[in-house]
């Protein structure tokens, strides 16, 4: 642009903003210009979205809020080598929405960390989380950051294949009062209050919401007796003590509860009824960031976690005979069962970050961390079980010129049921050009068993009665999953070979890798025979380290910006694993679909009206737990093809912002992305269309 | 020994005659001098609480100290004694200022201070000491940061529209793309910032307190750090808070150049030469750990200061 050009557009801008400025109030002295809390401490930059040692794909706000995504799962989709399924399955489980990276994936999801804020959520007893029950809400959201590989250094326990990092937003964003509201079909009833403010240096955010819906539909018509009630507060407070110390606090409290669907199981196995299952979480997460002076600063946090579920019921009535020929004289059995648990975490962590000068950066820390859990089903006969761990971390980046830099990350973690391991990481970065990256790296980690891989044991048992009422002290049925004392951590070792970098001036950003991850020692819990005089059919479901495979790949991510109305982010991923087992395990083979795709195109009319559409491509594939009786094997997915779309527009009431948008999902026909009915390759449930409005109203 | 006596009373006499005038002599004089000293008074007016003014006024003082100026330091919750014996009072902030006009003193006053607007006795002379740098030198920081920084965005309200206005000026001069967006109230920066964002490379930013000020600021370098666009700071709390680098007037400059002014004023028959005054010195201040995560190379602060020392001309 030429000068003279340039001069007119200042000087119109400005005789523009001369013209059509309203007053503006001040809201503080000039006084306290020269008084900032500091903000970007060593802590809050330490990641670099470029430079981290692992790929890091991150979801910001602007991306949840185009992909009309309704749970963060949605939102999830939106990762290069992340599946989503929603588990309806043959065993009466409560249903789950699963998320897999990279396969080896059962309806628990275990193989990877959830963490918000820092505090990691995954459940202690059983692995993985209940993403029906996390008590936030998307609108609370920032950004998720989702590392690729394990990364235990800098993320703790349980980072395995994946880690999954939900960062809220600073309680002194938002301010005011926010009301939305989302009403669709499947009895589609959300709502969320959020109200914001601050007094003095105490900044507040609290959030009421609810969530409703009828859940899937039957294959061949029908609902699925899967729905979902859930309500959560949360909590947020920052308080800057002073312009070196802040304190954060969150907490949060949520009831859900969901419906779960009778067994389709054969009668030869206990069957389950119809019932509601109920959730309740509760959080506390209390963190003191304080910067020493302008190259330490440390992070203090401690955080309890809470998870009671109640699931009491009678079994259907159970055919006796049909478990074993010699009970064939005893009336049909209901065994009362009582699957409720409660699950608490205590956690607390010292982290030190040094920059010693331009070129060196340290991070030490040391953590404790407590699980127990009571459940008098899953740990017959102890009931209750309490688990510490200890963990001691550290990680050094090395800028040797500006050109080459080292990244070493290392863990040492021991808990009272283990010996210690050690998760070490290195990568390497070569900033070859300006904006340009390659990354080579290695890590490894562990994942320790659950408490109920670990110590886990279901006894069933009841009196037998025959017509004449003649009672039988023996137990009439018992599943034992037994605990083996020498079950191993699983192990992983990955390899990367990244590339990142951006073009045409930022407007294109491209990071793509070429992936190769061993596990070892994986756990799995085949139904496979057994002595224990206990059991009457002499088989169990038995925990031990069975499987290796071997997982190669590559993954794409393009985020392309253009004239700042437009935005197209695209994924893909191509993956393969191999069992390294004789006989080969196809239960993991066929875990993760070998080819994904997804691209998520955005445009932004007039800052009045936006519009969104995402297309998903899933291979086919099928999750571990999913299995039928028939001699031809696994039953997959099928190949998934799926498109939302969002359309919202913005209106200016006086000073407030009302928007309103539609929202449909699964355009292109229903799928079944999780399960089948035994002896069939058709799914019991489909996720078909969801259509859905949104209005959101901002006020002061 | 008659004689004798006389000649001892003679010359007492001519002792005390002599004593007196010379003691008259001696009044007078101290009355004169007493008189300018009264005349060369200056009240220096701070808020108590202000690290900042505290630096300032120190300076002052001894400045003037060494000029032989007699100075005092008062704060501005405490300004409520009978001060017509000060010459001329030098208040530091809006805080002191506003105290200083409720007090209905009608001396001349300097204002150490951006806001140019703050409300000041009409019948007083006033003049104005800003404590930001003039835009120039920070557009110039910008070009000796990082040449490729070619779109600068600036928010402004309504309060700062004059420092909007001398940015574009100073901007058309040294061939920089600057854009300004107005922020109309505070819930507004948010959206006005990541507006600026998508269209800018770095933001330069206004002393307005409406808009950088203790409770703003963690959203606003947040916001500006997510997005990977850095900021530069008016002042060293601002780089200390996240700001990329910063080019301001530390308390010693504004003490130096506010003691010169005063001094210049008792010399220019009690008149302010000008009304608007820029302080004389500055400090050129870098935040490596934000740049290196920002990925920009930044130039030693020496390096930068001298460069800068080199503009003339604007």
Same mark, same amino acid.
């Given at each position: 642009?030429?000068?003279?050009?340039?001069?007119? +557009?200042?000087?119109?801008?400005?005789?523009?903003?001369?013209?059509?400025?309203?007053?503006?109030?001040?809201?503080?002295?000039?006084?306290?210009?020269?008084?900032?809390?500091?903000?970007?401490?060593?802590?809050?930059?330490?990641?670099?979205?470029?430079?981290?040692?692992?790929?890091?794909?991150?979801?910001?706000?602007?991306?949840?809020?185009?992909?009309?995504?309704?749970?963060?799962?949605?939102?999830?989709?939106?990762?290069?080598?992340?599946?989503?399924?929603?588990?309806?399955?043959?065993?009466?489980?409560?249903?789950?929405?699963?998320?897999?990276?990279?396969?080896?994936?059962?309806?628990?999801?275990?193989?990877?960390?959830?963490?918000?804020?820092?505090?990691?959520?995954?459940?202690?007893?059983?692995?993985?989380?209940?993403?029906?029950?996390?008590?936030?809400?998307?609108?609370?959201?920032?950004?998720?950051?989702?590392?690729?590989? @394990?990364?235990?250094?800098?993320?703790?326990?349980?980072?395995?294949?994946?880690?999954?990092?939900?960062?809220?937003?600073?309680?002194?964003?938002?301010?005011?009062?926010?009301?939305?509201?989302?009403?669709?079909?499947?009895?589609?009833?959300?709502?969320?209050?959020?109200?914001?403010?601050?007094?003095?240096?105490?900044?507040?955010?609290?959030?009421?919401?609810?969530?409703?819906?009828?859940?899937?539909?039957?294959?061949?018509?029908?609902?699925?007796?899967?729905?979902?009630?859930?309500?959560?507060?949360?909590?947020?407070?920052?308080?800057?003590?002073?312009?070196?110390?802040?304190?954060?606090?969150?907490?949060?409290?949520?009831?859900?509860?969901?419906?779960?669907?009778?067994?389709?199981? @054969?009668?030869?196995? @206990?069957?389950?009824?119809?019932?509601?299952?109920?959730?309740?979480?509760?959080?506390?997460?209390?963190?003191?960031?304080?910067?020493?002076?302008?190259?330490?600063?440390?992070?203090?946090?401690?955080?309890?976690?809470?998870?009671?579920?109640?699931?009491?019921?009678?079994?259907?009535?159970?055919?006796?005979?049909?478990?074993?020929?010699?009970?064939?004289?005893?009336?049909?059995?209901?065994?009362?069962?009582?699957?409720?648990?409660?699950?608490?975490?205590?956690?607390?962590?010292?982290?030190?970050?040094?920059?010693?000068?331009?070129?060196?950066?340290?991070?030490?820390?040391?953590?404790?961390?407590?699980?127990?859990?009571?459940?008098?089903?899953?740990?017959?006969?102890?009931?209750?079980?309490?688990?510490?761990?200890?963990?001691?971390?550290?990680?050094?980046?090395?800028?040797?010129?500006?050109?080459?830099? !080292?990244?070493?990350?290392?863990?040492?973690?021991?808990?009272?049921?283990?010996?210690?391991?050690?998760? $070490?990481?290195?990568?390497?970065?070569?900033?070859?050009?300006?904006?340009?990256?390659?990354?080579?790296?290695?890590?490894?980690?562990?994942?320790?068993?659950?408490?109920?891989?670990?110590?886990?044991?279901?006894?069933?048992?009841?009196?037998?009665?025959?017509?004449?009422?003649?009672?039988?002290?023996?137990?009439?049925?018992?599943?034992?999953?037994?605990?083996?004392?020498?079950?191993?951590?699983?192990?992983?070792?990955?390899?990367?070979?990244?590339?990142?970098?951006?073009?045409?001036?930022?407007?294109?950003?491209?990071?793509?890798?070429?992936?190769?991850?061993?596990?070892?020692?994986?756990?799995?819990?085949?139904?496979?025979?057994?002595?224990? $005089?206990?059991?009457?059919?002499?088989?169990?479901?038995?925990?031990?380290?069975?499987?290796?495979?071997?997982?190669?790949?590559?993954?794409?991510?393009?985020?392309?910006?253009?004239?700042?109305?437009?935005?197209?982010?695209?994924?893909?991923?191509?993956?393969?694993?191999?069992?390294?087992?004789?006989?080969?395990?196809?239960?993991?083979?066929?875990?993760? $679909?070998?080819?994904?795709?997804?691209?998520?195109?955005?445009?932004?009319?007039?800052?009045?009206?936006?519009?969104? !559409?995402? +297309?998903?491509?899933?291979?086919?594939?099928?999750?571990?737990?999913?299995?039928?009786?028939?001699?031809?094997?696994?039953?997959?997915?099928?190949?998934?093809?799926?498109?939302?779309?969002?359309?919202?527009?913005?209106?200016?009431?006086?000073?407030?912002?009302?928007?309103?948008?539609?929202?449909?999902?699964?355009?292109?026909?229903?799928?079944?992305?999780?399960? *089948?009915?035994?002896?069939? $390759?058709?799914?019991?449930?489909?996720?078909?269309?969801?259509?859905?409005?949104?209005?959101?109203?901002?006020?002061? | 020994?008659?004689?004798?006596?006389?000649?001892?009373?003679?010359?007492?006499?001519?002792?005390?005659?002599?004593?007196?005038?010379?003691?008259?002599?001696?009044?007078?004089?101290?009355?004169?001098?007493?008189?300018?000293?009264?005349?060369?008074?200056?009240?220096?007016?701070?808020?108590?609480?202000?690290?900042?003014?505290?630096?300032?006024?120190?300076?002052?003082?001894?400045?003037?100290?060494?000029?032989?100026?007699?100075?005092?330091?008062?704060?501005?919750?405490?300004?409520?004694?009978?001060?017509?014996?000060?010459?001329?009072?030098?208040?530091?902030?809006?805080?002191?200022?506003?105290?200083?006009?409720?007090?209905?003193?009608?001396?001349?006053?300097?204002?150490?201070?951006?806001?140019?607007?703050?409300?000041?006795?009409?019948?007083?002379?006033?003049?104005?000491?800003?404590?930001?740098?003039?835009?120039?030198?920070?557009?110039?920081?910008?070009?000796?940061?990082?040449?490729?920084?070619?779109?600068?965005?600036?928010?402004?309200?309504?309060?700062?529209?004059?420092?909007?206005?001398?940015?574009?000026?100073?901007?058309?001069?040294?061939?920089?793309?600057?854009?300004?967006?107005?922020?109309?109230?505070?819930?507004?920066?948010?959206?006005?910032?990541?507006?600026? !964002?998508?269209?800018?490379?770095?933001?330069?930013?206004? *002393?307005?307190?409406?808009?950088?000020?203790?409770?703003?600021?963690?959203?606003?370098?947040?916001?500006? +750090?997510?997005?990977?666009?850095?900021?530069?700071?008016?002042?060293?709390?601002?780089?200390?808070?996240?700001?990329?680098?910063?080019?301001?007037?530390?308390?010693?400059?504004?003490?130096?150049?506010?003691?010169?002014?005063?001094?210049?004023?008792?010399?220019?028959?009690?008149?302010?030469?000008?009304?608007?005054?820029?302080?004389?010195?500055?400090?050129?201040?870098?935040?490596?750990?934000?740049?290196?995560?920002?990925?920009?190379?930044? @130039?030693?602060?020496?390096?930068?200061?001298?460069?800068?020392?080199?503009?003339?001309?604007?």
């Amino acid at each position: 642009m030429s000068m003279n050009k340039r001069t007119i +557009f200042s000087v119109l801008g400005l005789a523009c903003m001369v013209i059509n400025h309203p007053v503006v109030a001040s809201s503080t002295s000039e006084d306290s210009l020269l008084d900032f809390p500091v903000v970007l401490s060593a802590n809050v930059i330490a990641k670099n979205p470029t430079k981290t040692p692992l790929a890091l794909s991150i979801i910001d706000k602007k991306m949840i809020e185009a992909s009309g995504a309704r749970t963060i799962p949605d939102a999830l989709r939106l990762i290069p080598g992340i599946v989503v399924g929603h588990s309806v399955n043959e065993f009466g489980d409560k249903p789950l929405i699963v998320v897999s990276y990279h396969g080896h994936s059962d309806q628990f999801s275990k193989r990877m960390n959830v963490l918000i804020d820092g505090r990691s959520i995954y459940d202690p007893l059983l692995g993985g989380v209940n993403w029906y029950n996390i008590p936030i809400v998307l609108g609370d959201i920032e950004r998720i950051e989702v590392t690729h590989g @394990p990364n235990a250094s800098t993320y703790g326990s349980n980072s395995f294949q994946a880690v999954i990092n939900i960062i809220t937003r600073h309680a002194s964003e938002d301010k005011g009062h926010m009301v939305k509201a989302k009403l669709g079909n499947h009895s589609i009833i959300d709502t969320t209050y959020r109200y914001a403010d601050a007094i003095d240096d105490l900044d507040y955010r609290f959030t009421l919401s609810t969530v409703n819906d009828d859940g899937q539909d039957r294959k061949g018509g029908g609902d699925a007796f899967d729905d979902v009630s859930a309500g959560i507060f949360d909590y947020r407070l920052d308080y800057q003590y002073d312009n070196q110390n802040k304190l954060t606090y969150t907490g949060s409290y949520g009831k859900t509860d969901q419906n779960t669907e009778a067994t389709l199981r @054969p009668d030869t196995q @206990p069957k389950l009824p119809q019932r509601v299952i109920s959730d309740t979480s509760a959080h506390q997460l209390v963190r003191w960031d304080s910067t020493i002076n302008s190259q330490q600063s440390f992070v203090l946090k401690y955080f309890y976690n809470y998870l009671n579920e109640v699931d009491a019921f009678n079994s259907l009535p159970i055919d006796l005979s049909l478990v074993n020929a010699g009970l064939a004289g005893y009336d049909d059995l209901v065994l009362p069962i009582n699957k409720s648990f409660e699950s608490q975490r205590h956690n607390i962590e010292f982290t030190h970050f040094i920059n010693t000068d331009d070129q060196m950066n340290f991070t030490w820390g040391i953590s404790k961390q407590n699980d127990s859990v009571d459940s008098s089903h899953y740990l017959y006969p102890t009931n209750k079980i309490s688990r510490d761990t200890y963990r001691l971390f550290g990680d050094v980046i090395w800028d040797i010129n500006s050109k080459h830099r !080292i990244d070493l990350g290392l863990l040492v973690e021991k808990t009272d049921s283990n010996q210690s391991d050690v998760s $070490p990481r290195f990568s390497y970065f070569y900033h070859f050009e300006k904006n340009h990256y390659l990354r080579i790296g290695v890590s490894k980690a562990v994942r320790t068993p659950f408490i109920f891989e670990q110590s886990g044991q279901i006894s069933f048992s009841a009196t037998l009665t025959d017509s004449d009422g003649v009672f039988a002290d023996l137990p009439a049925v018992d599943y034992v999953y037994a605990d083996e004392n020498n079950l191993e951590p699983e192990k992983i070792t990955s390899l990367e070979l990244g590339y990142s970098g951006s073009f045409f001036q930022d407007a294109l950003s491209v990071d793509a890798r070429l992936f190769q991850d061993e596990l070892e020692d994986l756990i799995h819990s085949p139904f496979v025979a057994t002595t224990a $005089p206990e059991n009457v059919n002499g088989l169990a479901f038995i925990f031990d380290n069975l499987y290796a495979t071997t997982t190669r790949g590559v993954e794409v991510e393009l985020d392309l910006m253009l004239n700042n109305v437009t935005r197209f982010i695209v994924n893909t991923s191509l993956v393969d694993i191999t069992s390294n087992d004789n006989p080969v395990n196809s239960d993991f083979e066929e875990s993760a $679909p070998k080819k994904s795709f997804s691209i998520l195109a955005m445009h932004d009319f007039n800052d009045i009206y936006t519009a969104s !559409i995402g +297309f998903y491509y899933i291979g086919d594939m099928s999750f571990t737990d999913v299995n039928n009786t028939n001699s031809t094997g696994l039953i997959n997915t099928g190949i998934i093809r799926k498109l939302d779309l969002r359309v919202a527009r913005d209106f200016r009431v006086g000073n407030e912002t009302l928007s309103a948008a539609v929202v449909l999902q699964n355009l292109l026909g229903e799928y079944g992305d999780y399960d *089948a009915i035994p002896n069939s $390759p058709e799914p019991i449930v489909v996720q078909n269309l969801n259509a859905f409005i949104e209005v959101k109203m901002k006020f002061r | 020994m008659d004689v004798m006596k006389v000649k001892h009373v003679v010359n007492l006499k001519a002792f005390f005659k002599l004593s007196f005038v010379w003691a008259l002599l001696c009044m007078f004089s101290l009355n004169v001098f007493a008189q300018e000293k009264a005349a060369q008074s200056v009240a220096i007016v701070i808020s108590k609480n202000n690290n900042f003014q505290h630096q300032s006024s120190k300076v002052i003082q001894d400045e003037l100290h060494d000029a032989n100026i007699d100075s005092v330091i008062l704060y501005s919750d405490e300004l409520d004694v009978a001060l017509e014996s000060h010459t001329v009072f030098v208040a530091i902030g809006e805080k002191s200022i506003h105290r200083y006009t409720e007090s209905g003193i009608n001396s001349p006053v300097l204002h150490v201070s951006n806001n140019t607007d703050a409300t000041i006795n009409h019948n007083a002379k006033v003049s104005h000491l800003l404590i930001s740098q003039h835009p120039c030198m920070q557009l110039k920081l910008i070009n000796l940061l990082n040449s490729e920084w070619e779109s600068v965005a600036v928010l402004a309200s309504h309060s700062s529209l004059k420092q909007a206005s001398n940015i574009v000026q100073c901007a058309i001069k040294l061939n920089i793309n600057v854009l300004v967006y107005s922020v109309e109230n505070s819930v507004d920066i948010t959206s006005v910032l990541e507006k600026a !964002i998508s269209t800018s490379k770095v933001i330069l930013s206004v *002393a307005d307190p409406s808009i950088y000020n203790r409770y703003t600021i963690k959203n606003i370098l947040l916001t500006l +750090f997510r997005s990977r666009v850095p900021v530069i700071g008016f002042s060293e709390s601002f780089v200390d808070a996240g700001a990329i680098a910063g080019v301001f007037t530390s308390p010693g400059d504004i003490g130096k150049t506010a003691a010169h002014l005063v001094i210049d004023f008792f010399e220019n028959s009690k008149q302010f030469k000008d009304t608007i005054n820029y302080p004389v010195g500055f400090t050129v201040k870098t935040n490596r750990r934000v740049a290196q995560s920002l990925e920009v190379d930044l @130039p030693d602060e020496e390096d930068i200061q001298s460069e800068l020392e080199e503009v003339e001309g604007l």
